[in-house]
């Protein structure tokens, strides 16, 4: 069957998958929009800080202001839904606390509120859908773990580049092929500098938040996407912060092989990005069996050694409800980290920090992100990305250099760093367990 004809059967049976959402900025905004367009699936409850934004997006999807109810009492949050009706608040913990609420989704790209939410909702046996890829990269591997104990869903979004990206993995491996490489093209040109000052005038006419836009020009969000999906499919960063070539869809197959073939890796296995091919996604592989490469050949795949696939698109939040109609319904996860984790963002200095400084978030002015192989982050204990906000530092560090544990003092009161502790005992232990 379907997932229309599912959702459809499933609407028509008098259900809705009820979905929870943290997070009602760009992301959020366009999620709400796209489920009333479909079957079986809406946003029954939205939580935001900003006041009022969580009813702008309901709004923004043609949703009537006698359908919203805004309040922070669980009870009235109850009575609401049950009565089909729509839920405001700016309490985000109140969701995962709403028994009629069939998952909870994740969207604002801030790793504690990533952390704290997708806790709460795996605690409450609730299924989660991680737009957070920042506290994914950091914690994914033992919320994983924590939801399956509890029986319920972990899972990345279809739509963004790690979920996009393991489709074609997905597909490339299950057919027997050797990938060597998977990636997704960078959308904006890379600086290492950006900050919110610098972006400012950009962000708003594109009509986003300036730290997200930042965070993508200064690269942080790429190497997060890529963490997320280097654990989810066992692939490590090539080097350091990845090569990032210029490349076209014609000459992935070219590029993105070992050195002894002609192009730029140093191992197979590995997960990278490029300029010039987004806002696209691909993997790369290849096969030594000599049928299977005439035939390969003969549809127009190239040459070979070494095929590309490649999606020249991905639709962002857009796709995030084939993902939760997949939990919800049928139990499947687009993408999440099983296995103990193989890539990590590590903490780079983005401008000259001085001791007694507190690190601001992602996309700010303090540090972006670079992808590094995990042993070699704990071999030289490097700071996970996702544990610098709210961490101050202890001793100065040029602009630059990559942080360690023993350079700052992390707030031990975050729930994603009570998190990370676990996991990192989890991932010292044998087998991962």
Known sequence: MTLQNLLKEYQQAGNLVKVGLVGAGQMGEGLICQMEM???????????????????????????????????????????????????????????QIPNLDIIVEATGVPEIGAKVALDAILNRKHVLQMNVETDATVGYLLRKMAKAANVVYTLTAGDEPGTTMELFDFASSLGFEVVCAGKGKNNPLDRTSNPDTVAEKARMRRMNPKMLASFEDGTKTMVEMTSLGNAIGFVPDVRGMHGPAVTAATLSKVYVPKEAGGI???????????????????????????????????????????ALYRPYHLTSLETPISIARAVLKGETTAATDYPPVAETITVAKKDLKAGETIDGLGGFCVYGLIERADVARQGGLLPLGLAPGSQLLRDVAQGEPLTYADVKVDESLTIVHLRRLQDQQVAAPNGK
């Open 38 to 96: 479909m079957y079986g699936v809406r946003a029954f409850a939205v939580a935001d800080v900003a006041p009022g934004r969580a009813v702008q997006a309901f709004q923004s999807a043609n949703l009537p202001d006698d359908l919203i109810v805004e309040t922070n009492r669980l009870d009235l949050a109850v009575a609401a839904i049950e009565e089909g009706r729509r839920l405001a608040t700016n309490d985000a913990s109140l969701l995962s």
């Open 265 to 307: 890796l140093n191992q197979t296995g590995v997960v990278e990005y490029g300029l010039g091919v987004s806002p696209g996604v691909f993997v790369v592989f290849t096969t030594d069996h000599p049928k299977i490469i005439r035939d390969l050949q003969y549809l127009s795949m190239g040459s070979g050694p070494y095929w």
